[in-house]
């Protein structure tokens, strides 16, 4: 078995787990985490979207919270003052956390580093702040609460998510649909100029990319993705709140990704999974699990670099005997797997 | 594939001069390299030669003067569209997508050529492309190396694949910034006779410290001191110049950028 063939088993099986989740869990837990399970499917979309941004693009953003607000604002305002429905609602909030971000965006992509880390953080800040005072509108810390819309209403079918299911299952498909177009984009021949520029944007220069569009469009995409994540928390539930702007939500985004593995496609829905699960079980028993997380995020970045996803990989070579940069070499063409392309471990985790 | 005249320029140089604070890096330089020939530019550490190559790739913007490629002025454009116009650089310290591997790395240089900009189809799915980066991996002798990551090549191999990089726009002008330095006798010999071949279809200007290589490969020879020309010649002219002799031998190296 190849490598590939293994990680294909690998997505099949995960993708069956998660189809699965509303009718086994109830089996096995408290439905409580078949809510647990979308809270996760949610959060990973803010990590894929500092994923996007450092894994390929090399941006490290501690921002991203700002543009979970816009959506999360966008789509609560859109439904209590427009009487939008589920989907315009979720339209909304991506597109308005597009356009912050084109917004912040503009400014931010012309630096690198720590500059950039350092000044998503003030818009972030700056709107949050905003936020905050906006009080009639956003409800500022107490935030504003709406009656959910339906899913999908059909004459006599009517899809609510009061039903915990549809819920699940409009959010996966959701959650499913932002991951298949990130898959898309970062195998695409604008994908193809995110890795130049992260790679090495001076040379990326040299071949003829215009890097500060590169990051432009990278920064606009992360946005969305931002955004689709807001827009969702605030549907499931049924709430917006600056609190959500905070600095501390984008700080966690990126421990998830950096856990999960950057430059892996579904690197940030594992380290999303994984600490939110070690959140709910430990926090259970002991109110200072943050120090679990800690000393777990210092292990996997000591130990695992390149995060779970990285782990998985390196399995797979171990697995199949082959050195990785070898791996690469019998795969098909649409496969070939440098470290940080997706291809290899898009379907890592079982 | 050109259509040159015999006595066409390739590079036009006119008054560029580029100052760092009090230094004069590149001062006033002018000068005319004419086309289908294999021109050098040597001189001291310091003379302004890194400078001028950053000046005319648009890294750096110059102060002052003009630079003119195949009759076209890119004067101001930056380094991406000057790259559309048909010139390529390789850099001293050599550099290419590390993470990528060799077929990666010439794709992504093939694509951004040919202006692919699509955001769905898969990046694999051009077979124009995937053909021509086959091509040029070829050209440069790296096909064996097709998926090895490039952060894995031995460092004769990536300096390879930094032309193959910089051969992807199909260049009428090729910078080449020390392209032996650092290199072994064998790699060292790999590379010219290949900057050989290159230098027959493509106008190429080099920069280089071997001497030997110097004057084994150019045709022309333009010296190369503080700033400024300081002469130019053939190789034989230029290695009996005794101003050459004392800017090499006589004068002090001085710092600079």
Known sequence: MTAASISRAAFVVFAAALLAVPTVIPMLASPFWIDIAAEILIWSLLAASVNLLLGYVGLLSFGQALYFGVGMYGAALSVIHWGAGFWGGLALGILGAMLMAAIAGSVAVRLTWHYFAIITVVFSLILYFAALSAKPLTGGDDGISFGAPDVLAFGDVRLSLANQAVQYYTILLVVAACYALFGLVVRSPLGVRFMAVRENDRRAALVGINVYLTRYLAFVLAGGLAGASGALFAFFGRYASATYMFYHVSGEAVVWAIVGGTGALLGPLFGAGLLIILREVISTVWEHYLFVVGALTILVVMFAPRGLAGAWRDLLAAMTRRPPAVAAAPSPPGTDAAPSTPSANATQGD | ?257
Do not use: W
């Not at chain 2, 000068?31 to 001028?52: E, S, V």
């Not at chain 2, 190369?224 to 002219?237: F, K, N, S, V, W």
């Open chain 2, 1 to 257: 594939m050109r259509d040159v005249s015999e006595n066409a320029i390739a590079l036009s140089v006119n008054g560029l001069t580029r100052r760092f604070g009090g230094l004069v890096a590149v001062d006033n330089v002018s000068f005319d390299l004419p086309a289908r020939r294999l021109n050098a530019i040597i001189g001291p550490n310091g003379a302004g030669k890194t400078t001028l190559f950053n000046l005319i790739t648009g890294e750096i913007h110059p102060n002052a003067g003009r630079v003119v490629v195949h009759g076209q002025d890119i004067t101001g454009l930056k380094p991406h569209q000057i790259v559309r116009n048909r010139v390529s650089r390789t850099l001293q310290i050599k550099s290419v997508f590390s993470g990528l591997s060799v077929g990666e790395n010439v794709r992504t240089a093939v694509m951004v050529h040919e202006g692919l900009v699509s955001p769905f189809r898969s990046a694999t799915s051009y077979s124009a492309v995937n053909n021509r980066v086959a091509a040029l991996v070829d050209q440069v002798g790296l096909t064996p190396h097709m998926h090895t990551l490039a952060s894995a090549l031995s460092y004769g191999d990536v300096a390879l694949l930094e032309i193959a990089l910089a051969l992807a726009n199909e260049p009428q002008l090729l910078l080449l910034d020390e392209p032996v330095c650092g290199m072994g006798p064998q790699e060292t010999e790999q590379t010219v006779r290949k900057i050989r071949e290159i230098a027959k279809t493509v106008d190429v200007v080099l920069i280089e410290h071997d001497m030997e290589v110097v004057f084994a490969i150019a045709d022309e020879i333009i010296v190369m001191a503080q700033g400024a020309i300081l002469a130019r010649g053939t190789p034989a002219e230029i290695s009996s110049s005794p101003a050459v002799q004392e800017a090499y031998l006589g004068a002090p190296e001085e710092a600079d950028l």
